[in-house]
């Protein structure tokens, strides 16, 4: 297990790539990326039992799917340093003729993504897929996902999360990035969403509370929880309470940065609160 | 040739915006709908002006598009906005039961159409929204140009009924359309009179075939241009009279060739006079992240693509 230093040395010089990588084009989705740094960080590498190398079938290994695309850069941050592909590649993001796409895609063969996302509201059904495929081959590992709250107002989720529980999909761990924010404004103000604790669980999902959803020992000890209560007929859902823009002050508390790059001046700014760790790319 | 004066780089999204706001004021019968992207949809004034007449429906467009039909039983005359890739593939069915097949009043209104719309890549980019439109029955298509005419669109069709297709985009592009220029649809509109070949062009592809004609006239090529705003219920008449003075054509579009409005015309001169036609579109492939221009470039949409296609149209004469 890598030490906790290690992780928030990785966590640090994630939250700068995503700000460098949004800063040099100008656009990208800042705000859901600092906000699940901890989590993707903590997922890959701590949470998740992994293969080295990537192929497409990801048989006997966890699965992620990113359903929520928009957060490409603290995806693709995570993946890179992780060993999926160069570390300088996260340069290309965005730009024309690049294997980082503002959303993830498998169109141009980018390890580490197996489905295209950023239409939003997707991302389970694919996962439930793919839990049922690995049931079929007599794998007994995990298909993690994410996805954002706002997401959740796609009637797709709801179609999938009242058949995966249905069908008994329980090796699926679906975890929610419960920032309260979307692009219009606080998600209570866009379409209010009530109680979604009661609606998975009334759904007939276990729900796992990670109300430090920007603290990597308490994802840690809720994402074990959550993988303990795996293989016992129901699927596992994680609310996941985060703070958009986490990291940089001015980010953080708003949906004002959801899909807005930082300026040079902000970019200093921000840097200057994420000192570099593990070297820049 | 006639000479065609930018008044000043805009979107055509915002033309979009403005036109909301007038019928805001104008038409107590018009409703908004947005699904969690009133910024891209420049839908800010008509809110403010009438925020009861606003739906903020949440990142949910299956469930717009229903709403939005049940809101003209009653008389409203409701306008979706969301981009062209959720307000199409994302709800086709929804749009083809509820609002087409019922007929029912509802103005699908489209920002973020093509890969014009840049950075955000492919999962955004719909090239095929034109198609998914036109062969629904009983559905107007419309893709605009510039901010003028997107603007005079969003009026008119208010006073059209019926289901409406409208489609705009994100980058800010040339303004040339003369600000009272009346929107008629199904009507094309006769940008430049020429004699050797017709360019037709729709949505931002239009200014890039004016460029293109510039270009032209400066080797001696004599080129008509015609702005096909309305995809379906398509001006064939305007189509034909030019071919048979020409006897060729270029079609150009931002959209993939099978599907567009290039099919529209190549189906209707085919059985009425068969023509040397060019396709400038993308070749059945999907869009990738990138500036817009880049992308134009790559993808063949700008006006060398046009330029390019009418020297090879020539040669099949
Ligand atoms: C089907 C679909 N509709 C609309 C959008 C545009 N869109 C991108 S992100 C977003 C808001 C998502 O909110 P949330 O899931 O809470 O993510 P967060 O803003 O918290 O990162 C919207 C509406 C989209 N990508 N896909
Ligand atoms: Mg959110």
């Known amino acids: 297990m890598p030490k906790l230093q290690e992780l928030q040395d990785l966590t640090v010089q994630v939250r700068r790539d995503i700000l460098r990588m949004v800063h040099k084009v100008n656009s990208g989705h800042p705000g859901g990326s600092l906000g699940c740094t901890e989590f993707i960080v903590a997922l890959y590498n701590e949470i998740m039992e992994l293969k080295d190398g990537f192929d497409m079938d990801g048989k006997d290994e966890d699965l992620f799917f990113l359903s929520n695309g928009h957060i490409s850069p603290v995806f693709y941050s995570v993946l890179a340093r992780k060993g999926y592909f160069p570390v300088e590649e996260l340069n290309t993001f965005r730009l024309i003729d690049s294997r980082l796409q503002g959303h993830p895609t498998t169109h141009e063969g980018l390890p580490g993504v197996r489905i295209a996302s950023g239409s939003l509201g997707q991302g389970m059904s694919v996962a439930l897929g793919a839990a049922q495929a690995k049931k079929l081959n007599k794998d007994s590992k995990i298909v993690y996902t994410l996805h954002g709250d706002g997401e959740l107002q796609e009637g797709q989720n709801w179609e999938a999360i009242m058949y995966a529980a249905g069908k008994k999909v329980d090796n699926l761990i679906a975890t929610i990035d419960y920032n309260g924010q979307q692009i219009d404004g606080a998600t209570k103000d866009v379409l209010p969403m009530g109680d979604l604790k009661k609606k998975f669980e009334a759904f007939g999902w276990d729900v796992v509370d990670i109300k430090e959803g920007n603290d990597l020992e308490a994802i840690i000890k809720g994402m074990k929880e959550a993988k303990s209560k795996t293989g016992k007929g129901k699927p596992v859902c994680v609310l996941l309470h985060t703070v958009m823009g986490h990291g940089v002050d001015f980010m953080m508390y708003t949906h004002a940065w959801h899909g807005k790059a930082p300026n040079d001046e902000q970019l200093a700014t921000a840097l200057g609160q994420n000192p570099e760790t593990l070297g820049d790319y | ?317």
């Open chain 2, 1 to 317: 040739m006639k000479k065609y004066i930018d008044q000043g780089k805009n979107d055509t999204r915002s033309g979009f915006g403005a036109g909301l706001a007038e019928l805001g004021r104008t038409n107590p019968n018009v409703v908004a709908l947005c699904a969690d992207l009133v910024g891209s949809l420049k839908m800010e004034k008509f809110i403010e002006e009438n925020p009861e007449r606003f739906f903020q429906i949440g990142i949910a467009e299956a469930n717009m598009m229903g709403i939005a039909a049940g809101l003209t039983i009653g008389g409203k005359i409701p306008f979706t906005g969301t981009f062209a890739n959720f307000s199409t593939g994302r709800v086709y069915d929804q749009i083809r039961q509820s609002i087409a097949y019922s007929d029912k009043n509802v103005k699908i209104c489209a920002s973020h159409a093509g890969v014009t719309l840049g950075e955000d890549g492919a999962t955004h980019q719909i090239l095929e929204d034109l198609g998914l439109m036109k062969m629904l029955p009983g559905m107007t298509v419309i893709n605009t140009c510039d901010y003028n005419q997107t603007k005079a669109a969003t009026i008119a069709i208010a006073e059209h009924h019926g289901p409406v297709y409208l489609r705009f985009g994100r980058p800010k592009v040339a303004n040339f359309t003369p600000v009272d220029q009346k929107f008629e649809i199904g009507k094309a509109v006769m940008l430049n009179e020429g004699t050797d070949v017709t360019i037709v062009a729709t949505g931002h592809l239009v200014w890039e075939a004016l460029i293109a004609a510039e270009n032209l006239e400066k080797q001696g090529i004599s080129a008509e241009v015609i702005n096909i705003h309305t995809i379906k219920p398509l001006d064939g008449e305007a189509v034909l009279k030019s071919v048979k003075k020409t006897g060729c054509i270029v079609t150009a579009e931002e959209h993939n060739y099978l599907g567009g409005l290039g099919e529209s015309i190549s189906g209707y001169l085919a059985t009425t006079h068969p023509t040397p036609q060019e396709f400038v579109a993308t070749q059945d492939t999907f869009g990738e992240s990138g500036t817009p221009e880049q992308l134009m470039d790559k993808y063949g949409l700008n006006n060398k693509a046009i330029v390019n296609a009418v020297v090879k149209v020539l040669k099949r004469k």
